[in-house]
């Protein structure tokens, strides 16, 4: 079994075609909903991303984002920042009201667990330019 093989069948399920946010995201994600309890204040997502596939500059508002990077390799950015190679392992904490993107790499899956509070505001998506840049 390859890597990406691996990574599809990992111990959280890849999820379903991500058709609601799919309007901010460049390529396809998939989206696994594990905790949405309208009685605690953080939703926890698992969420795999096809090689290339990366979601549009957002923020949140009155909340926050931690990334748990369960597989593959990707993508984060902070706005004014260079972006940041991620794998397994790594954590990414995106506090609130800080404009980022994140994704997979061009020929890599790419899964994270994000912990995700407050409301988030999408804006444009990341240029092909900026994306292909990338190494």
């Not at 309208?38 to 997502?45: F, K, L």
């Not at 190679?85 to 954590?91: E, F, H, S």
């Given at each position: 079994m390859n890597r990406d093989e691996q990574l599809k069948n990992s111990i959280f399920p890849l999820g379903d075609k991500n058709e609601a946010y799919a309007q901010y995201f460049v390529g396809q994600s998939?989206?696994?909903?594990?905790?949405?309890?309208?009685?605690?204040?953080?939703?926890?997502?698992?969420?795999?991303?096809?090689?290339?596939?990366?979601?549009?500059?957002?923020?949140?508002?009155?909340?926050?984002?931690?990334?748990?990077?369960?597989?593959?390799?990707?993508?984060?950015?902070?706005?004014?920042?260079?972006?940041?190679?991620?794998?397994?392992?790594?954590?990414?904490?995106?506090?609130?009201?800080?404009?980022?993107?994140?994704?997979a790499a061009k020929d890599s899956w790419f899964a994270h667990v994000a912990i995700t509070a407050g409301t988030p505001e999408w804006l444009a998506p990341v240029s092909d330019a900026d994306y292909d840049a990338l190494d």
């Open positions: 998939y989206l696994q909903s594990l905790v949405n309890d309208p009685a605690v204040n953080v939703g926890v997502s698992n969420v795999t991303f096809e090689p290339g596939c990366r979601n549009n500059w957002h923020i949140h508002h009155d909340g926050f984002q931690i990334l748990l990077v369960t597989g593959g390799r990707g993508w984060y950015q902070e706005a004014g920042k260079p972006a940041q190679k991620l794998t397994a392992g790594d954590v990414i904490v995106t506090h609130d009201g800080v404009k980022h993107w994140h994704g």
